[in-house]
């Protein structure tokens, strides 16, 4: 007889035996003749297999089908025909029950550490000292022999704490994990030139250059100025301008620069001078040279008799910090002794007027007084070369010489040089003595150096120093950014900040300065879009989070009794506007299952239970599974109830083969 014509007939005997029997265990009083019962299913052979769905009774041409969590070899389903299973044998499971050791992480480990693993075991990767974990923390074995997730992460090195000269770093730690974000601050006083902040890239910063903390420098308090209290410090690179109060001067203008060069400025600080006061509104039978108003400290007035009238005074006065040295003098008729024949001088005395005067039109005597007792001395000035005596002596009424020398004085001064890019006022190619003239650059061009100079005594000026013209800036144009101050060109000098728009991260210099038509540096920074954070519900970032700078990492941390899936938290890195991963859903995790599984074994029970997390479940020996073999945290919830392991009620079923094999129902 053939094999097919045996399993035919097999098959209509067991049938027979089940339609004629009508007893189904527990079934026995809910299900018709022609359904079909659950015990009386072939068990699949092998410890992972089971059947679904699960129910007391099933109407003609119901399918159950085999489930396996490995390969299912033989029917993959039964199918009731009038109170009869479709086949009277059940299919073999070959089902996956661990996961091979998975790649252990270059300098990390895995705990627990073994060979082979059960399913639905729970591993978690670490690394070692000085490493920082990038990727999962954490992994299950799943059924098919499968690690869940299956990327194995990677440990990157962490960084040393840098180390800035007069600075810090912010957070302060004594190493940095990969990822991490520093940001360099200076001390107190002193002013960052350089990159702000840096990431560390698996053991090396990037960018790996150090700012550069430069000190401030402390203003000088200068009285009767705008700086006349103590000034906050001044920013390394910048430039103060400190300027005289209304009716000061520094002598040569009314503000000096002062340029901030590391703690140090470039020139001392200025001083203040008081400006004298005006002159009388004419001078008679003279004139006078270098009366312009305002008059500065240490500024000159020169005075010249007309022909026949004798200077008595002084020929020149200085103004000194707002007085005159001397007194204006006044020009008197030449030959007439004044007040002095008839009043007050003496025979031995000598006479102001009888004074030979000095040949020449600077020249002058000194003192200048009515009249001079014997054995006194008077000298003559000379803004030039004296040639001749250069003094008289009063010797009993008389003058030791009766002639006078000759001044051969430099009563100007040639035009100084002009500056390039710049010109003088007034443009003259000859001065008188005590002209002022002032400096000024061309359009786009700034002035370096004095302001002003005054032609002196000996044909020269002062300062003699011709100042320069350097080329001012265009203003630079930033992507997503500005300057501050906002300006269309800047000064030779001149120091900008960089800013970015809001919700951009400058990274690169923040300050640079205008030298000569080029900045310094001149590498522009780049602003980058910040990361705004999705809201996550049921986490720390359950409402709107600030935007989060570019390169900066944040952590998305579950609630207490929730989790990704693979974990309670997420980490997350800004780059230019993107995170680099999608935000995590933190869902609930599921309560835990009853403290014992009667009369079988389950897998995978271990809590907290997070989303997406399974367990099994195999009856022992003589029992049967009612439910399903694994049930499925979905989000808080199992996908299931709890299966129950069941003995076989005698008189329900009866077996044809070997232990969990088809089922067949015993005659009454």
Sequence with gaps: MSNLSVLIGFVLLWGGLISISGVKGNCATDCTASECCYDAIPVPLGDVGGIEPVQVCYTS???????????????????????????????TCEGVTSCPQPTVPSDGSINPDHTQYDLYTRIYYA??????????????????????????????????????????????????????????????NYTLVGVSTTTCRNGVYDPSTLPTCFSMCSPHVVENSDYNVQQPPVDHASTITIECDQG??????????????????????????????????????????????????????????????????????????????????????????????????????????????????????????????????????????????????????????????????????????????????????????????????NEGFSLVGPDEAVCESGGTWNPSTTPSCEASCDKPTLANGYVDPDKTSYMNGEVLNYECNTNYTLVGVSTTTCRNGVYDPSTLPTCFSMCSPRVVENSDYNVQQPPVDHASTITIECDHGYSTGTGTEQDLTCNDGNFNDDPPVCYENCPPLSATFDNGVRSGDTTPF????????????????????????????????????KGKPSGCSLRKYTPRSSILRKTP
């Design 61 to 91: 041409g119901s399918t159950v089908n085999y489930t396996c969590t490995g390969n299912l070899r033989g029917p993959p389903n039964q199918i009731c025909n009038n109170g009869a299973w479709s086949y009277p044998f059940a299919p």
């Design 127 to 188: 690394c070692n000292e000085g490493f920082s974990l990038v990727g999962p923390d954490e992994a299950v074995c799943e059924s098919g022999g499968t690690w869940n997730p299956s990327t194995t992460p990677s440990c990157e090195a962490s960084c040393d704490k840098p180390t800035l000269a007069n600075g810090y770093v912010d957070p302060d730690k004594t190493s940095y994990m990969n990822g991490e974000v520093l940001n360099y601050e200076c001390n107190t």
């Design 248 to 441: 000061y001067s520094t002598g040569t203008g009314t503000d000096q620069d002062l340029t901030c060069n590391d703690g140090n400025f470039n020139d001392d600080p200025p001083v203040c001078y008081e400006n004298c006061p005006p002159l009388s509104a004419t001078f008679d039978n003279g004139n006078r040279s270098g009366d312009t108003t305002p008059f500065y400290h240490e500024e000159q007035v020169s005075y010249r008799c007309n022909t026949g009238y004798s200077l008595v005074g002084s020929p020149v006065i200085t103004c000194n910090d707002g007085k005159w040295t001397d007194d204006e003098p006044v020009c008197k008729v030449s030959g007439v002794k004044g007040d002095c024949a008839t009043e007050d001088c003496t025979a031995s005395e000598c006479c102001y007027d009888a004074i030979p005067v000095p040949l020449g039109d600077v020249g002058g005597i000194e003192p200048v007084q009515v009249c001079y007792t014997s054995g006194s001395t008077v000298n003559y000035t000379c803004t030039g070369n004296l040639r001749g005596p250069p003094n008289q002596i009063c010797n009993n009424g008389a003058w030791s010489y009766p002639f006078a020398p000759t001044c051969e004085g430099v009563p100007s001064c040639l035009q100084p040089t002009v500056p390039s890019d710049g010109s003088i006022n007034p443009d003259h190619t000859q001065y008188g003595l005590y002209t002022r003239i002032y400096y000024a650059c």
């Design 610 to 645: 997070y989303h997406e997390e399974q367990v099994s479940y195999l009856c022992n020996t003589g029992y049967s599974l009612v439910g399903s073999p694994v049930i499925t945290c979905n989000d808080g919830e199992w996908t299931d109830d709890e299966p129950v392991c």
